[in-house]
């Protein structure tokens, strides 16, 4: 199974949403699974995000 989301990411997201000083080693093992469930809710709230942007973009250029 490939990668659903680079470590950048994983990092970027946890520090954003408060908890990066657990994972600063590397070890997520301390990472409870509603910070995992958050993450992936951020995640899923950018992703989103972008798109509504591209789409808008898109929309605009169509003119």
Known sequence: ???VMSE???????H???FGEKVEDGDWSDVTTGE???MVREAIR????????ENGQAHQHAK
């Open 36 to 38: 995992v469930g958050s």
């Open 16 to 18: 954003d949403l408060g």
């Open 1 to 3: 199974m490939g990668k």
């Open 46 to 53: 950018r992703g989103e995000e972008a798109m509504a942007k």
């Open 8 to 14: 950048k990411m994983k990092y970027e997201l946890a």
